[in-house]
């Protein structure tokens, strides 16, 4: 008995849903850093400092219990969230050194 689907077709499908899929984290990446580059001049704007150790707490454990409804290893969103915030971090201490 023969697979009815081929291979080699099938990891042509796969692979142009995950270039899609890849393709929205980066546009939607774009999205989240124009936002946090608005938070980062109005913190800068008004002597706020450039990290919120606090915020940044809620929000782990937020996207961790996301990760476990989404079936995602928490500690793989943890350690994303925790490397695009210290590019946000640094994007805030440009603001506020360019103000």
Do not use: C, Y
């Not at 774009?30 to 946090?36: D, G, K, L, Q």
């Not at 915030?85 to 360019?98: K, L, N, Q, Y």
């Amino acid at each position: 008995m023969t697979d009815a689907v081929d291979p080699k077709s099938e990891l042509l499908r796969l692979r142009a849903t995950i270039d899609n899929i890849d393709a929205a984290l980066i546009f939607m990446l774009a999205e989240r850093f124009r936002a946090t580059q608005q938070v980062g001049h109005l913190k800068a704007d008004h002597a706020m400092p450039a990290s919120d150790p606090g915020r940044e707490e809620q929000q782990v454990a937020r996207l961790r219990a996301l990760a476990e409804q989404a079936h995602l290893d928490p500690e793989f969103a943890e350690k994303w969230f925790k490397f695009v915030v210290a590019e946000v971090i640094r994007h805030h201490t440009e603001a506020a050194e360019g103000r």
